[in-house]
């Protein structure tokens, strides 16, 4: 979506499940003056994240699935930094939180299929934005698709179901979700950073994570009980 906001939630956590790409469209479209990051947001997602990497890296078809609690928040200057002559901010910072539930199987597939379309569930981001010196609260539903084909993201759609909040701001991230699903005005940008995110970051962030999946299955070796030395002939 919006470049700059993306790599700032870590595309990655949000790869699989474009409802981190909705969200940051929320994002993208809402400013604020000065919303002061959470305590715990980076650590939440970069715990995400590491988890992300390790299914997309070792690509175990059994274990748990991928669920994170994940908050953000984005400066005003970040958000208009990804600006284009189609999309302006005319807001301040935004915060928008988002539950992300991908199954281990969705994430194995998309890796490993000639070709895989990942349709996420309807959820909902729940974000705040600074306009005129109030915070006001907006929710959006979507229901993103990704289409991967040979463990690489080929296109992606936001598809925005619905939106709550200041008026404005409505309308602001429907043209934004709209001009995305129609024309793709930021879908190069998205394609870039998940792959990048798969095909590099993963790797480069956690290279323990990669010796770890190069290596074969061990397993336990039985120790050998030491003979008693004989007793000298009498």
């Known amino acids: 979506m919006i470049t700059k906001p993306v790599r ?3 595309a990655g956590a949000l790869l699989l499940s474009a409802a981190g790409a909705a969200m940051l469209l929320t994002l993208g479209v809402a400013p604020a003056r000065a919303l002061d ?11 995400c994240e590491k988890q992300l990497c390790t299914m997309l890296l070792h690509r175990p078809t059994t274990g748990s699935d991928l669920k994170c609690q ?3 928040t984005w400066q005003k200057s970040t958000i208009k930094e990804a600006e284009s002559n189609s999309v302006k901010w005319s807001y301040g910072d935004a915060r928008c939180s988002v539950d992300l539930n991908i199954t281990r199987a969705a994430i194995v597939s998309a890796m490993t299929s000639d070709s895989f379309t ?3 569930p309807a959820h909902t981001a729940h974000c705040v934005v ?9 929710t959006a539903k979507l229901a993103p698709k990704i289409i991967f084909k040979n463990g690489r993201a080929e296109k992606v759609w936001i598809n925005l179901k619905n939106v709550d909040g200041p008026v404005t701001v409505k309308a602001t991230i429907w043209t934004v979700a709209r001009l995305e699903d129609s024309i793709g005005i930021f879908h190069r940008q998205m394609i870039k950073s998940m792959n990048k995110f798969i095909e590099k970051s993963c790797a480069k962030k956690y290279p323990q994570i990669v010796s ?3 290596l074969p299955a061990t397993k336990d070796k039985v120790k050998k009980v030491a003979k008693p030395a004989q007793e000298p002939a009498k």
Do not use: C, R
């Open 118 to 120: 990942y349709e996420v």
């Open 70 to 72: 994940l908050t953000k």
């Open 212 to 214: 770890a999946a190069a």
């Open 8 to 10: 700032a939630f870590k």
């Open 130 to 138: 600074e306009q005129d010196g109030e915070v006001s609260k907006v």
């Open 37 to 47: 990051e959470q305590s715990g947001e980076t650590k939440a997602i970069d715990a």
